[in-house]
């Protein structure tokens, strides 16, 4: 390793030479770490020359002059652990409080390494202060433990580290339980889950923040302060160190291949970033063949940090409050209860009789006094798994109690999560280890593919037996399924075919009906579930993306379900699938459509599928119900129905009752402007966006000006129904939220209406221009799939699109509409992360349907067009 103060320029340091030096530093970093050299070396290299080029300025800027002060590294700087790019927390204390003209020193001499873009954290502080402030915050606490001397004098650092061990500074105890809260806090920050797809390398649980945190209870409790030290205290065996060591290490050189890459102090390995780090550290591959591999090995480490994690902390736990341990164990075979804790009597049982793992996990889900494993059998289940490999499931007596724990919904909740973090799911079912951390790359998953799962298990049990009020209808529907458990099996195998090419639904149904058998359940049963898992997509697709308004929409989807009972299956897997993606991905808008279609369905298999709707019925009875209404504020039934003989058919099936009220009446009132559009606004409670209703002339573009005036306001179109009356006016209605996902305000409906009134107005209207697309969307290949739907007898041609969800998609796919002129009857507008699903139902302006040339055509006209945004 070469010589840090090599690197420091000999005269004074200023902005210019500061920042080559620091420039040429990590350049120099940078070749060794490409040729080889140990990560922990160089972290070291980093430290060392921060350290003399603090020095350097420290003497620079006169403070020597004052002997009593004190310049302190603390945090990670203080550890010297020093990647590239890491904040540099340096602490200056005095024993008294500082004179003016130290301030006046410590001010220039911050400018400078402020001005040489140093991450810098100062603190300026007496020892008292320290001692105050390290009292009322644990972290400050931390940091005042992790401390190294820079350089002043060494009698004032002494004092502030003494002052430090005293016992009324932090209690063993006392610490112990502050950093397990806060290590609890960040868990739920990160969603308490390792298997996130874009994590902090800082930060997530099992990552170089949990060793920290073992390191640091382990230091308060017992004075250790290394890895190594671990196993001389019987914290952690020799294997397990060494386990330990290599996780470190594996994070250290992703967190400097990081920095080296992005050049900035950030810990997050986004998938913009992925790429790059996989490549720096020689992963190789096609596709994201690199990447998926770095990602496995990532997720693997922190699965191994963050149980070594739980047994060091369960162990300084017993040695810190030995006097709160129970007095007794409860021995109940071959379990021992230590506790609230399950462990086992002979530590070697799971080896010899390999089906006691499943009765662990059944012993823990039926008592609910127990909190968790026992350290010593977290031990035993780790040796097993070395020793068994994916062997349970051709045991006799572990299907039986694999059917036992899921007929349990409990085990949704406890014993599945438990399985899956300490890795005896793909014991069990050995397909699980194809998924296990692997990789989605889409803005629409926030997890990999086995946490995903795990979220989908316990969104059922918490739906279910739980208390939100957006659930309330996937209650009652569960309540209403014989066989919850075929519900939890679907949902366990969901996503099993994915990581082998092809459409994971059809891929993993065969899997799911082979276990399903495996576990004994009748054929009926077993090809239940294995349609769930090759269906578990349609709802979704159904809801989303096409016009559940239509009733043949409808009655085309309950003859594909069948009947009832696969509805409610169909269903509550949808709902916790869809829910177990992200954070954002349900609101009250899809709420809303899925509650339309299920009830939609359901009334159609009630009233027989073989009778189609009788939609004369449908209209006669929704015109009645409108009717009342206007007849109460005081309209006549021959006026209603002098505008409602102007309109089609189709309009009064699209429409709800209280929907046509408030058209006609509107309508009746602006009779006297009619060559003014009508620009109505209402408040949708049910799906939580805003309506904007619009009657006007019918002329060409209506829509593409409406998308593009809606883009330009940042307002996000979830769907359109579009319809025409006898005297040529459009009947146009727009459903439409926020960026977040709110409706919108009412002070800000008064500007939109006079934009798209201008606009509607305008016969050479110029849309605004198209927002810039997002350099993050270029990470994502998402081929434009532009296709008619072939396997429905129609009135409409309707026209699916998939692509990439860019600034701009509805005004151009709008364009192509006028190109040809299209009249265009309803749209739906899907947005999934970066992909979007738009689904239109087309006519001639004749009302005739597309020919065959024609839906040639405008296929290649849309893909042409979305190929250039």
Same mark, same amino acid.
């Given at each position: ?52 080029? *603090? ?14 002060? %004190?310049?302190?590294?603390?945090? /990670? ?54 001692? !105050?402030?390290? =009292? ?15 350089? /002043? ?55 170089? =923040? ?58 997050? &390995? ?38 070594? +994690? ?9 040695? &810190? ?8 164990? #409860? ?52 040796? %097993?798994?070395?020793? *068994?490999?994916? =062997? ?22 406890? %014993? ?17 280890? #194809? ?126 379900? /069948? ?11 949808? #709902?916790?699938?869809?829910? %177990? ?27 027989? *599928? ?24 005081? *309209? ?35 009779? +006297? ?27 060409? /573009? ?43 305000? @009412? ?7 006079? !934009?798209?009134?201008? @606009? ?38 309707? &026209? ?14 709008? !364009? #192509? ?53």
């Amino acid at each position: 390793m070469q010589n840090a103060a090599a690197f420091l320029p000999s005269d004074a340091i200023t902005m210019e030479n500061g920042r080559a030096a620091i420039k040429q530093q990590i350049r120099c970093m940078a070749e060794l770490f490409s040729g080889g050299s140990p990560v922990n070396e160089l972290v070291q290299f980093r430290t060392a020359f921060t350290d003399l080029l *603090l020095k350097k300025i420290w003497s620079q800027f006169q403070l020597v002059d004052f002997p009593e002060l %004190a310049l302190v590294a603390v945090g /990670g700087y203080g550890r010297g652990d020093l990647q590239p790019h890491s904040d540099i927390d340096i602490l200056i204390v005095s024993p008294d409080s500082i004179p003016e003209e130290v301030n006046s020193c410590i001010s220039s001499m911050t400018g400078l390494l402020w001005d040489l873009k140093l991450d810098l954290g100062l603190s300026v502080r007496t020892i008292a202060e320290c001692i !105050s402030e390290g =009292r009322k915050d644990v972290t400050i606490a931390t940091n005042l433990m992790e401390t190294r001397l820079i350089t /002043g004098n060494r009698d004032t650092y002494d004092k502030l580290i003494g002052a430090t061990r005293e016992p009324d500074f932090w209690t063993p105890q006392d610490f112990f339980l502050a950093k397990i809260e806060e290590q609890n806090n960040r868990y739920h920050y990160y969603k308490d889950t390792v298997y996130m797809l874009e994590p902090d390398l800082k930060n997530n649980p099992g990552c170089l =923040r949990d060793i920290q945190t073992m390191l640091w209870i382990s230091e308060k409790a017992l004075g250790i302060k290394s890895i190594r030290e671990l196993q001389s205290r019987k914290l952690l065996s020799r294997i397990e160190c060494y386990e330990l060591t290599d996780c470190q290490d594996f994070l250290w050189r992703i967190r400097f291949a990081l920095h080296l890459t992005i050049s900035k102090p950030d810990n997050r &390995l986004t998938f913009d970033r992925q790429r790059a780090i996989a490549e720096n550290l020689g992963y190789t591959g096609e596709g994201n063949a690199p990447v998926e591999r770095l990602m496995k090995r990532f997720y693997q480490t922190t699965h191994t940090v963050h149980e070594l +994690n739980k047994i060091v902390t369960q162990l300084i736990r017993m040695k &810190l409050f030995s006097e709160e341990l129970p007095k007794k164990t #409860v021995h109940c075979q071959p379990f021992i209860f230590r506790g609230s804790l399950i462990d086992v009597l002979d530590h070697n049982i799971f080896i010899k009789k390999p089906e006691i793992i499943l009765e662990l996990f059944i012993t823990l889900t039926e008592r609910k006094e127990l909190t968790g494993i026992y350290v010593e059998c977290i031990r035993s289940l780790r040796e %097993a798994r070395r020793h *068994l490999g994916s =062997r349970l499931s051709e045991k006799k007596e572990c299907r039986e109690l694999f059917k036992k724990l899921i007929a349990n919904p409990r085990s949704l909740k406890v %014993a599945f999560p438990l399985m899956h973090e300490h890795h005896i799911l793909g014991m069990f079912i050995p397909r699980w280890n #194809v998924i296990r951390g692997l990789m989605q790359f889409d803005m629409f998953h926030q997890y990999t593919v086995d946490g995903h799962t795990i979220r989908v298990l316990e969104n059922i049990y918490c739906f279910a037996f739980g208390n939100d009020p957006r659930f309330t209808l996937f209650r009652q529907i569960y309540n209403e399924i014989d066989k919850p458990e075929l519900l939890f099996l679907a949902a366990l195998f969901h996503d099993i075919g994915k990581g082998r090419g092809g459409h994971h639904a059809a891929m993993g149904a065969p899997d799911a009906l082979y276990f399903a058998k495996l576990l004994g359940y009748n054929r009926f049963e077993s090809k239940l579930v294995s349609w769930i898992v090759r269906m578990h997509l349609y709802m979704s697709i159904v809801a989303q993306r096409r016009d559940i308004s239509d009733p043949e929409v409808v009655a085309d989807f309950a003859r594909e379900v /069948g009947d009832e009972t696969f509805l409610n299956y169909l269903y509550c897997m949808t #709902v916790a699938d869809i829910n %177990a993606t992200n954070d954002n991905e349900w609101n009250s808008y899809k709420d809303s459509l899925f509650r339309t279609l299920y009830f939609s369905a359901r009334d159609a298999m009630r009233k027989g *599928l073989e009778n189609p709707p009788d939609l004369n019925l449908h209209i006669r009875e929704n015109q009645k119900r409108a009717l009342g209404p206007l007849v109460k504020i005081g *309209l006549s039934p021959a006026s209603v129905f002098k505008i409602w003989n102007n309109f089609r058919p189709e309009y009064f099936i699209k429409y709800q009752p209280e929907q046509i009220s408030w058209h006609t009446s509107n309508i009746i009132a602006h009779r +006297n402007e009619a060559d003014l559009p009508l620009i109505l606004f209402a408040q949708n409670h049910n799906t939580r966006c805003t309506e904007l209703f619009i009657y006007t002339r019918d002329t060409d /573009g209506i829509f593409a000006k409406v998308c593009a005036v809606l883009g330009s306001k940042k307002l996000n179109i979830m769907a359109a129904t579009i319809s025409n009356t006898n005297e040529n006016y459009a009947l146009d209605t727009f459903s439409f939220t926020q960026n977040d996902g709110t409706p919108l305000p @009412a002070d800000r409906m008064s500007s939109l209406r006079k !934009s798209l009134t201008g @606009a509607l107005m305008s016969d050479n209207y110029r849309a605004p221009a198209i927002a810039m697309r997002s350099e993050r969307l270029d990470l994502f290949r998402i081929p434009t799939l532009v296709s008619f739907l072939k396997n429905r007898e129609h009135r409409t041609s309707e &026209l699916e699109i998939s692509t990439l969800d860019v600034p701009g998609i509805l005004a151009r796919i709008s !364009s #192509v509409f006028q190109k040809h002129r299209l009249s265009l009857h309803a749209a739906k507008i899907t947005t999934t992360g970066e992909r979007a699903d738009d689904f239109f139902s087309l006519t001639n302006t004749d009302g005739s349907m597309l020919s065959e040339q024609q839906k040639s055509e405008i296929e290649k006209d849309i893909t042409d067009i979305l190929a250039h945004c």
